[in-house]
């Protein structure tokens, strides 16, 4: 387009501002828009994919038709700026802050501790907020609804969830009617007396009402405008793309045939992501929002036409209020679209995407598409030819995303005819998560019959997700039409139905045979439902048993239990410790003050890096062209290895790993180099103009099995024994040999990798604004790579937005790289990773290959096993040698085995390099122990509770390293849990549901940990401290832990406020910094508060002493007085505390050692409830009951075990890293990777801490808490198993079998091992290339 013309002035408001850009880009999202142009850095950007929620924001627009305000919520990171021209946009600063006032559901999240890294909770309070101002008093179901798009990794979504019910009208139905037995809130288990109220977490009495008045006005300058002004088309001209938003159809018809190949963009929830993450361009987006015809709904004598650009949440009020005004049997279409539009993405995504957008983008696994063409609908286009009809029928989709339409054809409309009398629709479909998630297959049915007869007229069956467009089974409807709906009719359509829907095995997505189950499942499942249709009818007399029906599974969050012991009666009101404070930044979090490292202002000239990755998994670098990204706009450096001043290669157990790789590469992700430019996006486009040119090498290794085969390992191997097992094994009963899979688990922390590197400008000192676990760390690395001494380098951590161990390693060498351009160009770099290159380039949790084999007597007691556990460790060495040690420490569990042996061994290999993750190899050793118990009970035919229990550690007790315990607290734990959770009367009423219900199952287990606390590392478990007292009495308090949400800065706070005996209010913690306390140890190993705790302690002591004299001359002073005294005393306010933590140590030679200083105990009972058909489950109910001494502050810890549980529960039945033959990971964002949300919460979700439980070895008698309960999340993967046997016992199966982690639908369903499973023919390995490699 000619540069004379000039682009529109868009103009809108922002929290009652009005902003106007002259020269709006339309490349811009109204993310980066708020961040980066108004400095509203509370709205976070987590994936920028609208997948994780963090950017939500409210938009509010007037609609001159109607006269009515309308509040909906979206994601910016997918909102074009240039679609808001008359909208007024709320974030999270307009609906209340510190400064002025904080609105009510910014204070209860915060207040019920629904936000630990805070870095969700922006998100969190503006989808609730919107939810409020379009329904003041919502419903349970309402607030699941608001809050499924939106990811939270810390807390495990109960606390958010708590907080928001406050604002319910109707108390919640209670949980008694989700799971079985007595119901956790009748108090009958409850030990406190009589006298004593149990202590609440929080008080919701003391919250403030909702006060609509202090909600911002809509802007009256926006109605004035919208109901005098015409419309005029608006144009904006962007650096590479033009946008032209029409306000007529007529000149929209012209605009796209004069463009055929102009996108039309409604809610940007296709197109958006294709430009993104596929570096899609088009020179020119039309925008058709304000063209009215499109959003026109016409009701007829058949049906109801409905504009294209109708959303999504528009369509579904309008079905919800079309089948209150007409009769049930007209209505059938109505509700199979209402139940699909409530599975489709989430409320964000439905408020913007498009009806005509859903069917235009024709993608294979549409959700809506099989509905609508079996429901007969059929779409209205127009073109400059002029309009047509076109059904939506098997011609329709004609391949990959593409229609039978002309590129210049528009469309207008969707036809949805009403249904007849006996006629019946039904939709299904199954995903990798419940809800917000691409479906595996979807599916959309209908069928009609004679009046009064079983005789089918007409059957039309759709599916998504069995090939490259939406599929009709014409054959299977053939092989039913004219037929009497009956068993023999439907046998033989199952039959003809596999043969016609024959996937084949390498198909794009995988899962080939569980889509070609669910594609029989679906229709077993229609059946069923049309037999009871015609049984209503009275068109047949003959009853299906009731346990062949199937019900949904049961969805609503019922009330939970969080039981702690109170403080002591003597305990001093102003003391803390104890007590379920809030986390300290908690309000600002949830207020979007508080500062993330991508929040700091940029300085001035500051550039962006964007770093280069490798696209082969071994190979030679050949070539290494950086001409054309370096003639790109704003691109100002590209930083190699040849730049690096000091070290470029970075030693570890003996193993090196380049900082950036030269001559050789290992592994797809490897950084290569790095582009600086002057914004984001230049740096990224200059990061895809870099050429790099390889050389296959031969063989890359990418399995545990092709490593072993190949012995590509990291040495040391290790090796721990007790006992003679090869002699035991002579004289058991029975022996078994099994093995077990696990796969990886990404980190998804919030915030992805970021740092900010600022020259000071002399003598080579540095800045660094980091997100790391680990500040002495980076500080080494960045002082190594630009070879100057350590005392030039300053590393600041003010928080992180979660870290999980995924911030320690791989973010220092970011670090080093982004140094190098800062020390080269002598600018400020600031390196944000992108949510799918930091999933590519950090590496993930180590899968692991586990193999047993188990000697034990007929009475279930295990005499002998021996283990061997290959873990995949990646390209370079990383922290897997660690991770093997305390697999191996392990592995005995709660479990006294009197021989007992195991071998890890960390497997090299050609995928980017696993490293630290929460449990750190914990959780990957104890369900291969746990596995084999339950494989022990199933060969026996004994419930596995009763295996576990005989063959726990009883009275004093010794670890297979030689180190004395004693397990009381565990027993306590594993008891009580039994107790609490009614384990006994539950597992009674699960078999009881079993027999009756025969295509869903229930299954129970209880699952118990021992863990080991603290560093095997000796000098990794010091600590210090640095203490100020300034002369008005305020405290500074700065220590060596860093806070990632696991509130170690509250729980440091607490610390100081009970030694200096002063309110936590006259206590500061600014940051973590490296210039304030030196040489810290990693904020890892659920160690950070044992150490800094005593470190804070230690100088707080020494402070308090200091200040005894003045106590003393002045005892009824206050406390600024003591001070203000002390200072003209000329006594020294500061301290620095130190804590030289336990000598701990391992001797592998000898095999003994005290590797940890004490250990944490739990146990967790779980009950889940399985559709065996489609392999999707609900956590019925939870019961966590865990040993952590004294609690230190029982929210914060409540908070810890309740995340680490909903993780856990992730790792083993949820998330999958999926590779691709060649080593590329395909999982790169929230779309691909399913992280648990909302809806996997468990119903009912009690914790217990254990009373009367002390520590003499950490600080006020507390216990570390941060990673023992993640492994607790198996009980999940336990129960599932436990389900699928009883599914199996129907088929005629019984004994051990395998089920690999993650229980996945799909390998839960295929377990299960129902008929219509066994009639899909398996693939057999190694005849065809699978889509993913079985990592």
Avoid at 33 to 40: H, N, P, S
Avoid at 578 to 599: F, K, L, N, V, W
């Amino acid at each position: 387009m000619s540069t004379s013309k000039q682009g529109d002035i868009l103009c809108f408001f922002i929290n009652g501002k009005k902003v106007t850009q002259k020269h709006a880009d339309p490349e811009t999202m109204l993310l980066s828009f708020l961040r980066e142009k108004m400095r509203l850095t509370g709205t976070k950007s987590g994936c920028g994919g609208g997948g994780c929620g963090a950017c939500t924001v409210m938009v509010s627009r007037y609609q001159p038709a109607t006269k009515t305000i309308i509040h909906f919520s979206a994601n910016a990171c997918l909102l074009p700026l240039c679609q808001l021209h008359g909208a007024a946009v709320t974030t999270v600063e307009g609906i209340g802050s510190t400064k002025t006032r904080i609105h009510p559901v910014q204070e209860r999240i915060a207040k019920a501790h629904g936000s630990q890294c805070g870095f969700c909770t922006p998100g969190m309070v503006m989808a609730m907020y919107t939810l409020l101002r379009n329904r003041p008093q919502p419903s349970m179901e309402d607030i699941q609804e608001a809050l499924a798009g939106n990811l939270c990794r810390c807390t495990g979504y109960r606390p958010i969830v708590d907080g928001c019910r406050t604002f319910c009208q109707e108390e919640t139905s209670c949980c008694k009617v989700n799971g079985n037995g007595n119901c956790c809130m009748n108090g009958g288990n409850r030990t406190d007396e009589p006298e004593h109220e149990p202590p609440q977490l929080f008080h919701k009495e003391e919250f403030l009402p909702l006060d609509p008045t202090q909600d911002l006005i809509f802007p009256p300058e926006l109605i004035l405008a919208s109901e005098k002004e015409t419309p005029q088309t608006l144009t904006f001209l962007g650096e590479r793309m033009s946008w032209v938003s029409p306000v007529s159809l007529e000149e929209l018809v012209q605009l796209k045939t004069r463009n055929p190949k102009a996108p039309l963009v409604m809610g940007n929830t296709n197109i958006g992501p294709d430009i993104k993450f596929k570096g899609v361009l088009h020179p020119l987006i039309i925008s058709p929002i304000r063209v009215k015809e499109l959003f026109e709904v016409t009701h007829t004598s058949n049906g109801v036409w409905v504009g294209a650009g109708c959303t999504l949440a528009e369509l579904r009020s309008l079905m919800e209020k079309l089948v209150t005004q007409f009769p049930e049997e007209k209505t059938e279409l109505f509700r199979a679209l209402i139940q699909q539009l409530g599975n489709l993405g989430s409320v964000q995504i439905r408020n913007v995407a498009s009806l005509g957008g859903q069917i235009i983008s024709a993608y294979p696994n549409s959700d809506l598409n099989p509905v609508l063409s079996a429901g007969k609908c059929k779409v209205s286009v127009v073109s400059n030819g002029g309009r047509r009809e076109v059904p939506l029928d098997q011609d329709f989709f004609v391949s990959f995303c593409k229609t039978v339409l002309k590129p210049e054809e528009i469309i207008v409309s969707v036809f949805i005819p009403f249904t007849r009398k006996g006629e019946f629709v039904r939709v299904f479909r199954q995903a990798p998560r419940k809800e917000t998630s691409f479906a595996t297959v979807t599916s959309g049915m209908r069928v009609f019959f004679c009046e009064g007869s079983r005789v089918v007229q007409d059957v039309s069956i759709y599916y998504g997700g069995m090939g490259a467009t939406t599929v009709s089974a014409a054959k299977t409807c053939a092989a039913i039409a004219s037929r009497s709906w009956d068993d023999e009719t439907l046998t033989r359509a199952y039959d003809v139905l596999l043969d016609e829907l024959d996937l084949p095995p390498s198909a794009p997505g995988g899962k080939v045979e569980f889509r070609r189950s669910l594609s029989l499942s679906f229709l077993f499942k229609f059946n069923l439902e049309v037999l009871q249709k015609l049984r209503e009818m009275e068109v047949i007399t003959d009853e299906l048993p009731s346990r062949m029906q199937i019900q949904p599974l049961p969805r609503e969050i019922g009330p939970s239990l969080q039981e702690f012991q109170h403080v002591s009666k003597d305990q001093s009101e102003q003391d803390p410790v104890g007590r379920p404070i809030m986390h300290r930044s908690a309000i600002s979090q949830a207020t979007g003050e508080a500062i993330y490292c991508d929040d700091m202002p940029p300085t001035d000239g500051e550039l962006f890096l964007s770093v280069v990755t490798s696209a082969r998994a071994h190979a030679k670098i050949t070539g290494l062209d950086v001409s054309e990204a370096l003639k790109l706009p704003g691109v100002v450096d590209v930083i190699t290895a040849k730049d690096i001043p000091g070290k470029r290669v970075r030693s570890s157990f003996g193993y090196d790993e380049e900082v950036l790789a030269q001559s050789e590469v290992s592994c797809v992700g490897q950084m290569v180099c790095a582009v600086i430019a002057d914004t984001r996006e230049h740096a990224k486009r200059g990061a895809y103009a870099v050429k790099i040119s390889y050389k296959d090498l031969p063989d890359p290794v990418f399995t545990t099995e092709e490593a072993v085969e190949k012995s590509s390992f990291f040495e040391p191997q290790r090796t721990l024994e007790r006992g003679n097992v090869t002699e035991a094994f002579k004289t058991v009963d029975q022996t078994y040999e099994g093995e077990i899979k696990m796969g990886g688990q990404e980190h998804f922390y919030m915030e992805t990798q970021s740092m900010l590197v600022v020259p000071v400008g002399e003598e080579t000192e540095f800045n660094l604004y980091v997100s790391t676990q680990w500040p002495a760390l980076t500080q080494d690395v960045v002082a190594e790579t630009l070879g100057i001494p350590s005392n030039r380098v300053t590393c600041h951590v003010k928080r992180m937005g979660g870290a999980f161990g995924g911030k320690v390693t791989k973010t220092s060498i970011l670090a080093g790289i982004t140094s190098v351009a800062a020390w080269k160009t002598n600018r400020a770099v600031r390196c944000v990773l992108e949510r799918g290159d930091d999933m590519l380039i950090t590496g993930a949790r180590h899968p692991v290959l586990g193999k047993y084999k188990v000697g034990f007597m007929k009475d279930g007691r295990i005499m002998a096993a021996d283990f061997q556990y290959y873990t995949n460790a990646g390209n370079t060495v990383d922290e897997s040698l660690l991770v093997v040690d305390k697999v191996v420490l392990h592995m005995d569990n709660a479990y006294n085995i009197p021989n007992l042996r195991g071998c890890a061994a960390a497997c090299r290999t050609n995928l980017p390099s696993n490293t630290a993750f929460r449990g750190f190899g914990v959780p990957q050793s104890l369900l291969v122990v746990e596995n084999m118990i339950n494989d022990v009970a199933l060969a026996l035919g004994r419930p596995a509770d009763q295996i576990r229990e005989l063959n726990m550690y009883k009275g004093p007790s010794v670890t297979p390293y030689k180190f004395e315990f004693s397990p009381e607290n565990m027993l306590r734990c594993w008891e009580e849990c039994k107790m609490k959770a009614e384990f006994n009367a539950r597992r009674g009423a699960a078999d009881q549901f079993n027999l009756q219900n025969r295509w869903k199952k229930r299954g129970m287990s209880i699952i118990p940990i021992k863990y080991g606390i603290a560093f095997a590392e000796s000098f990794l478990n010091q600590a210090a401290a640095l203490v100020h007292i300034y002369k008005d009495g305020s405290v500074l308090v700065t220590h060596g832990g860093t806070e990632m949400g696991q509130g170690i800065h509250t729980k440091m706070q607490q610390v100081a406020s009970r030694e200096l005996h002063i309110p936590p209010s006259k206590i500061y913690i600014s940051e973590t910094s490296t210039n304030t306390v030196p040489n810290t140890c990693p904020s890892a190993a659920s160690f950070g508060t044992d150490a800094n705790g005593m470190a804070v302690k230690d100088a707080c002591q020494m402070l308090y002493q200091r200040l005894k004299p003045m106590r003393e001359k002045n005892p009824k002073g206050s406390w600024e007085k003591w001070v203000n005294a002390a200072f003209f005393e000329k006594i020294s306010l500061s301290a620095t505390g130190f804590y030289r933590g336990l000598d701990l140590y391992m001797d592998w030679e000898k095999m003994e050692g005290q590797p940890y200083a004490y250990f944490t105990y739990g146990a967790c009972c779980s009950e889940v409830e399985l559709d065996c058909l489609t392999g999707d489950y609900r956590t019925v109910r939870t019961d966590i009951m865990v040993d952590i001494g004294r609690s230190v502050n029982p929210s914060v810890d409540i908070g810890q075990i309740e995340g680490a549980f909903l993780q856990g529960l992730g790792l083993y039945t949820m998330e999958e890293l999926k590779f691709s033959p060649s080593g590329l990971l395909y999982t790169r964002g929230p779309s691909q990777y399913k992280i648990p949300a909302m809806c996997d919460v468990p119903l009912c979700f009690n914790v217990y801490l254990l009373s009367d439980s002390d520590n003499p070895h950490a600080i006020y008698s507390s216990k570390g808490i941060g990673e023992p309960t993640l492994f607790l999340g198996s009980s999940v993967f336990f129960a599932i198993k436990d389900a699928v046997a009883a599914a199996r016992s129907e088929s005629g199966l019984a004994g051990p079998f395998t089920l690999n982690s993650p229980a996945t639908p799909e390998r839960a369903c295929l377990a299960c091992a129902s008929p219509l499973t066994q009639k899909v023919p398996a693939s057999k390995p190694g005849s065809f290339k699978p889509w993913a490699l079985d990592i």
